[in-house]
Each structure stands twice: as structure tokens, then as C-alpha cells.
């Protein structure tokens, strides 16, 4: 199973795509798309699904895996999520790949065991669990696998539970 | 001038577009888009996106301008708005059509010259600067219009203001 994650922004979107073979996790893609910095946020927006559209044709992933990032009560950070996300969601949906979204402490629980672990444990576990030497910079790019592992380990849960 | 308004939601999207031809407004398309309600979010964003795609490439307008709904406090809402902003942002966008948004006091003053206008005030005063004999359902289609003449009405008082 092969598996996109995404770490929605506006400014810097994560991507991690992750192959799980049975057993283990293979690192097939890391990346921050960073738009001109500059840009209007429309030309942003065209700029990331231009780049994601091309990325899923080319890695057929299985899933598209999106973080729902907390953000409290304000407002513009939460209409700023919508917007990545939405530039992700076309980009997977217009090539017939399907969609999870997943909340932050979801992601957390898949990857370290533990909802409320923090960023910097999120990104160890997620450095081993794909036995990579260095840590991934800009953290944006760990996120993202993580989002990947958790959908891959929620799918085998409820493959798991099938069976039983 | 011609400007392709739009009252952005991910269950129904009202688009609407005006014609100015330096005195008076004429209407020249108005739909309310809906995408089947029942399904997933990814895919109706996929639908908006393609047929706002399509409208832009057909109607080629000069500017469209999206409508930044009030939210308050609500965050699930928020994200909503910028996923649907977000599919009208990368039609018009990709297709090398400027993109400007209006806060809902913005429009109301615009089109009634009252920031705290009611909703049916505004789609009185849309239908009448339309001379249109009925009134616009479902009331999207009124506010995506409002919002295209709000565009035109500031782009004419920047004009103005040039010329001083």
C-alpha cells in the first residue's frame, strides 16, 4: 500500500509518501512545496495544485492522507487549512484517489502510541520507524509521513478487525 | 467590465456575473452549483472545481471576486469557506484570472450603500441594479452577484480616485 501524506499550508505543504509492504515502512517521497512567498494567496493556491496534481499522477499513490491541523478558535488560520486542503483534495479526487482526513491527536496516537505526544516525539518515531540517519528539515516533511503511517496503520486496525 | 462574483460554499455555490458598461449593470449568467450532496468532501470540491474551471474558460471574465463569509468563532465553518474558496480561487487562477475578496460588509455597502443591510435588502437591490423581475433563488445566486457588483463598484471608485 502506498500511501500520500499531506501537512496542509498555504505557505509551506508538507508531502510524505509512504510504502508499507506487510511489515515495514519505505520512505518513497519527502518534500516541502514552498509557493513564491510573495504570491497572492489564489496564485498560491494554483501554484500547490499544479505541483500536487503532477505528483499524484506520477506516484499513483493508493490514499491521500490530510492533517487536519488544530487551530483553536481563529478563524483565518482555519480558513487557511481549508484552502491547502482543498488544493490537495482536488488534486487526489480529480485523479481518482481516495481521501482520509485525519486530527492531529490521531496522528499522534498511530506514530508514538500516545494523542498527546509532542512535535519532537512525532518526529523521532517517525525517523525510525523509516530508519532514516537524519531528522527531516523543515519539520513540515516529517508531519506529512506521519500522516501517511497513520493512515496505513488505521487501514491494517480495520483489516485487523475484519478478521477477528 | 466583467466580473464573475461567488458566494462560496462546498453544498451549494452561488456564482453570478455582471456586465458594466460604464452606467449600468447587466446580469450575464447566474446558477447555484451544487455538487450530490451525499458525497465526500474531496469529491464535491473536485466537482466545483471543474465546472468553475469551465465557466471561467468559457466566460473569460476580467476579474472574479469571492465573497469571505462571516464565520465568527466557528472553526469547522471556516474551513469549509476556504475549501470552497479555495476551488474558485484555483479555476480562476489557473486560467490567469486576477482574484479579489470582499468581507460581507464590504458587499452590503457596495450594493445598498449600508454595511448592516439585511440579506434581503442586498437581493432587493441586486434585483432592481439588474432590472430583473423576479426575485433570485436560491438566494446564493443573489449573493454571488452582489459580490461581483461590490468588484466593479471599488474598481470604479479607484478609478475615480486616480483621476482626482
Known amino acids: 500500500m502506498l500511501v500520500l501524506g499531506i501537512d496542509p499550508g498555504t505557505y509551506s505543504m508538507g508531502i510524505g509518501a509512504v510504502e508499507y509492504g506487510g511489515d515495514d515502512y519505505t520512505l518513497t517521497l519527502s518534500e516541502a512545496l514552498a509557493p513564491p512567498r510573495k504570491a497572492e494567496i489564489a496564485e ?64 499522534k496516537k498511530a506514530v508514538t502510541d500516545y494523542g498527546g505526544a509532542s512535535k519532537a516525539q512525532v518526529q523521532e518515531m517517525v525517523q525510525s520507524l523509516l530508519g532514516l540517519d537524519e531528522p527531516l528539515e523543515p519539520p513540515d516533511r516529517a508531519d506529512a509521513l506521519a500522516v501517511a503511517i497513520c493512515h496505513i496503520s488505521s487501514s491494517q486496525m480495520t483489516e485487523i478487525e475484519m478478521w477477528e
Chains 1, 2 share one sequence.
Do not use: C
Not at 487557511?80 to 481516495?98: D, F, H, K, T, Y
Open 44 to 107: 498560491r493556491l494554483r501554484w500547490l495544485h499544479g505541483r500536487l496534481d503532477q505528483i499524484v499522477r506520477d506516484l499513483k499513490p493508493d490514499f491521500v492522507a490530510i492533517e487536519t491541523p488544530f487551530v483553536s478558535r481563529n478563524v483565518k488560520a482555519a480558513m487557511a487549512v481549508g484552502q491547502a486542503q482543498a488544493a490537495a483534495m482536488i488534486a487526489a479526487a480529480s485523479n481518482g484517489v481516495p481521501v482520509a482526513s485525519y486530527a492531529p491527536s490521531e496522528v
